[in-house]
């Protein structure tokens, strides 16, 4: 076991290491002063400033410096050089005198990154270890090799240690990230020869048997689109039920608690870092607005960890973050190149750098709540341990534009509302949406995070989370986004669906006897209704069309098989079906849009009859992918609402802004807006305003 090795007093304060140092010069014994004390004397940060962020620190877990930086009231290198004078320990400048390799490889790259250490040389047979949190490294010394034998402490900054990992490691980390979930329930160990000899043994065989036996044919393909129809409206039923059960029982709670004049309840721990990754790809117009948009969150900016995603070789969007300043609460990750440019693949990278306990993704057009972060560290502190993925709701600002935007809004205001939101209540599978979700990082890291080479990562991620005995809870929070709005980009949108559904089926029932020992029998057929039967429902369509014949009086194949099954009723039988599964989705989506923002939109929930069909060229095209280009990702296309519309369908939304260049941003740290002189406040670009 590693051991801090024994100090010896030094009366001279450290300075920043310029070469190799002896090892009793390193660490020395630590001076009691606090660091405010320290900061104030040094002439480094106000006194009101320090005030306000002592006052923080006593509400929060946060650090000292962390406050501090957070708000802009010290600057990183004086913050540094205050810590070595405290803890009397030398800077290391790490760009000038890079670690050894195998040190690195020792503790694991990914732990440097979670703990902001770095392990730096091994003189006399002392290790000499980097730390940016020196208040954690006594707690450090459990978690490193034995054979690294006594340790002293150097300093660093944050930023110093992780660019000196990636120096070091960065090809490590991109593979890591692509190969995080077990081969057995991954796509990566697709066969890709044996899929296709099996698709085309299939597509041989229907063909085959339309030319030999068409009745016969025709006969399965309804048999099972009637089937999948009857399972996918028992399922939508039972969630729908339950949905308004669990309602009824909220209000009688809160009935319960408003007459007994009982206050709610209050959170016991201090408020938890938050991190959330934010993927961009080939997004130059809608990067400025996000920054906007993130910056009207109130949760504690030294608890907000927001990390924007962008490929290295998205040049579009690196070109459009280039030279502009963010706040210390916001920073960018480059995923660098590789086999697959997924947006999985992405999340897995960056969840490496982030600093919270709780994980969260929103997709690049994303508006949450402002308190949104607030609602999730409540989530979490009075949900039970089990519950470790709390999915908000999504729901869109522009359903105005066109006939499919509201088409799309109200499908989604079905789809969070009703079916994710039953399948919680039902305790099912949840196949989680692809933003608003948030996670307990351990639990995450436990089931190996997301699958790189799934193209719907979200829904898989929901399956092995409750094969391994977790659960997932819907969050009362909402966030907005630009709704899907124009053909062919909401046909390559929803083909990515399901086909990553089809896919994550396929990957699951790998063993389906696993499956069930681990899912049980009701969450495995309420799993095979929710990817096969739903995926199946799109790709059959025409079939269940194909009965309209029935209603004009013209010829079918089916007649006489149908009148031999059902007798003279067979029509009647299958219209009550239609009919029944028809009105069931009218009632979901009238209920999931009878709040004031939607409520204009009741009297297109009827046209959803002409709005899904769209969903069977989407199936047919995630089909033919699968054979062709099963890991392609068909990018949404973002940005079409305009600018000036959004705002103004958003009635909380506050003046986007604009952002400046680095070199047209105004100096000094961010902070309240300045006062004319006839003391009326003065506008300021946006990022003066978000710090």
């Known amino acids: 076991m590693a051991r801090i090795a024994p100090i010896r007093p030094r009366r001279d304060a450290p300075v920043p290491l310029a070469a190799p140092v002896a090892a009793e010069t390193v660490v020395s014994a630590r001076d009691l002063r606090p660091l405010g004390q320290i900061l104030i004397e040094d002439g480094a940060v106000d006194p009101r400033d320090l005030l306000r962020a002592l006052v923080m620190r006593q509400r929060q877990s946060a650090r000292l410096g962390e406050i501090l930086l957070a708000h802009g009231w010290v600057r990183e290198d004086a913050l540094m050089r205050a810590l070595s004078r405290q803890w009397r320990a030398s800077l290391l400048d790490l760009g000038a005198l890079p670690p050894d390799p195998r040190l690195v490889d020792a503790i694991g790259a990914q732990l440097c990154l979670a703990e902001a250490v770095v392990p730096w040389r091994r ?169 906007g948009r993130l910056s009207r969150l109130d949760y504690p900016r030294e608890l907000t960890d927001i990390l924007i995603v962008v490929e290295e070789t998205d040049r579009v969007t690196c070109d459009a973050l280039e030279g502009v300043r963010l706040p210390r609460w916001l920073r960018v990750v480059k995923v660098p190149d590789g086999p697959v440019r997924t947006k999985p693949r992405a999340l897995n990278y960056a969840l490496n750098f982030c600093r919270g306990s709780i994980i969260g993704v929103w997709d690049a057009e994303d508006r949450p709540e402002p308190d949104q972060l607030h609602k999730v560290a409540r989530g979490f502190h009075f949900a039970p341990p089990e519950v470790v993925c709390l999915q908000g709701v999504l729901d869109y600002y522009n359903p105005r534009t066109n006939w499919l935007a509201r088409a799309f809004t109200i499908e989604y205001a079905s789809w969070f509302r009703g079916t994710l939101a039953g399948a919680a209540a039902l305790d099912l599978v949840v196949p989680l949406g692809g933003t608003t979700l948030f996670f307990r990082r351990d639990a995450l890291e ?51 669906w399901l086909k990553g559904f089809a896919m994550t089926w396929g990957v699951h029932m790998r063993d389906p006897r696993a499956l069930w020992r681990d899912l049980g029998a009701r969450r495995f057929i309420g799993l095979q209704v929710q990817l096969f039967a739903s995926v199946s429902q799109y790709l059959l369509a025409p079939v269940l069309w194909s009965f309209w014949l029935f209603a004009l009086g013209l ?113 000094g740290p961010p902070g309240p807006a300045p006062a004319t002189a006839q003391g009326q406040p003065r506008r300021v670009p946006l990022l003066g305003r978000i710090g």
């Open 555 to 667: 010829p079918h194949p089916m007649r006489p098989v149908l009148a031999e099954m059902l007798g003279g009723h067979a029509i009647a039988v299958l219209f009550a079906l239609f009919m029944v599964s028809e009105l069931l989705n009218i009632a979901i989506g009238l209920w999931a849009v009878r709040g004031r923002s939607h409520r204009h939109l009741m009297a297109w929930v009827p046209t959803l009859h002409l709005y899904f069909p769209l969903g069977c060229l989407a199936a047919w095209k995630a089909m033919y992918e699968m054979l062709v280009k099963p890991f392609y990702w068909d990018k949404t296309q973002h940005g079409i609402f305009e600018a000036g519309q959004e705002d103004a369908a958003d009635p909380v939304a506050a003046p986007a802004g604009k952002l400046l260049p680095l070199h047209k941003q105004p100096p």
């Open 123 to 291: 003189v006399g047979g002392v290790t000499f270890i980097a730390t940016a949190r020196p208040e954690g490294f006594a707690a450090l010394q459990d978690r490193l090799p034995e054979d690294f034998g006594p340790v002293r402490m150097l300093l660093c900054s944050e930023n110093a240690a992780r660019e000196a990992i990636l120096a070091l490691r960065r090809t490590a980390l991109i593979r890591q990230a692509e190969t995080r979930v077990p081969a057995g329930e991954s796509c990566r160990t697709r066969n890709e020869g044996r899929f296709g000899r099996m698709a085309a043994v299939l597509i041989a065989a229907v063909v085959l048997g339309l030319a030999l036996a068409p009745v016969a044919v025709v006969a399965l393909l309804t048999g099972w689109a009637v089937l999948t129809l009857i399972a996918s409206a028992m399922l939508k039923g039972l969630s729908f039920a339950a949905i308004l059960r669990q309602q009824r029982q909220g209000r009688a709670q809160a009935q319960a608690v408003a007459r007994a004049r009982l206050s709610p309840p209050q959170m016991t721990a201090p408020l938890p870092v938050i991190s959330v990754m934010v993927p961009l790809f080939a997004e130059a117009d809608i990067a400025e607005k996000l920054i």
């Open 446 to 496: 436990e089931v190996g995070a997301w699958d790189a080479w799934n193209v719907t990562e979200d829904a898989d991620l929901g399956v092995r989370l409750t094969r391994r005995g977790y659960r997932t809870q819907m969050l009362d929070t909402v966030t907005h986004e630009e709704a899907n709005c124009r053909l062919i980009p909401w046909v390559k949108q929803r083909s990515r």
